[in-house]
């Protein structure tokens, strides 16, 4: 049973995503008839370290607690590659040894994998650094679309309010579903997100990447993507034969034209679907998929969400005529 929770504060640390951390874990509820813990916010060496934000923050211990915590988790750190103690990677490496849930949250996943617990293991981290993640650690498993990743005793949340995530799904898997879902009606937050965070990374349509030879060609394509599209057409566009525009356009773009199509009708329809009040269907008609089914098969293979639930998420009400749109 989860009981003593310690939280490794690095200098300096992210007050946001150490607030997530102290909200679920470190506020007393015991009356309320939530579970208690036992929580400490340690440093390597016990002394204050700085937040992002300009103030200090004093611990309640060294790394001491870490030693019998049940759940060890890391917040985001400032700066990735940056020197980590040695005290704190060995804590860590114990804490994992010996059964602890161990946390990261954002950027923290990188202390983790400094400490070599995420070789070979199914991680996350905010969508921004999972290419430098999977760079500095090639045997870490990354998962860039996912809000968390469990991977036994490990937990890695993406970036910020996806450490609530997290932080909930252990809750819930520690002390039963009714309770995480009253501790997030507790905290107004859903008790549970749908979808990955590649629906939360700005996309808008990228323009043509640099390709000598094809960049007529994209052009033209960013510009008539509603239509029906074939290599063979794409091909005598160029001027190639479709063998040849084929292994052109993967040498210039790094991927196939279905996939590059692809993606680009995303992009397109999620801008869709954020500042227009078309339909499903229109949208997918415009974005060149055809029809729903087939727009909603494709995003939810990229974006891990439906087109309803992304509308719903991102799109900002639009202003009525003569009024200004007023937001909370």
Known sequence: MLRNVAVIALDPVAPFELGVLCEVFGTDRVADGFP????????????????????????????????????????????????????????????????????????????????????????????????????????????CNSLYV????????????????????????????????????????????????????????????AAPTLEPVLGWLIEHLDRPLTVDDLAGRAHMAPRTFARRFRAETG?????????QRVLLARRLLEETELSIEAVAARAGFGDAATLRHHFGRRLGATPHAYRSTFRGRLPVAGHESVTA
């Open 150 to 209: 469990q991977d036994g005793n490990l937990l890695t949340g993406a970036g910020t309010a996806a450490g609530i995530d997290a932080c909930l799904h252990l809750v819930r898997q520690e002390h039963g579903s009714a309770l995480a879902t009253k501790l997030a009606r507790r905290m107004v937050v859903p008790p549970h997100r749908d979808g990955g965070q590649a629906q939360y990374i700005e996309a808008p349509i990228a323009p043509t990447p």
């Open 36 to 143: 208690g813990y036992r929580f400490d916010v340690c440093t390597h060496d016990g002394r204050p370290v700085r937040t992002r934000s300009g103030f200090g923050l004093t611990p309640s211990a060294d790394l001491t607690p870490v030693e019998d915590a049940d759940l060890v988790a890391v917040p985001a750190v400032h700066t990735i590659g940056a020197p980590i103690p040695e005290t704190v990677l060995a804590a860590l490496r114990r804490a994992a040894d010996r059964g602890a849930y161990v946390l990261s949250v954002c950027s923290g996943a990188f202390v983790l994998a400094a400490a070599g617990l995420l070789d070979g293991r199914e991680c996350t981290t905010h969508w921004k650094y999972a290419d430098r993640l999977a760079e500095m650690y090639p045997l870490a498993k990354v998962r």
């Open 255 to 263: 991927t196939t034209p279905h996939d590059w199509i692809t993606n």
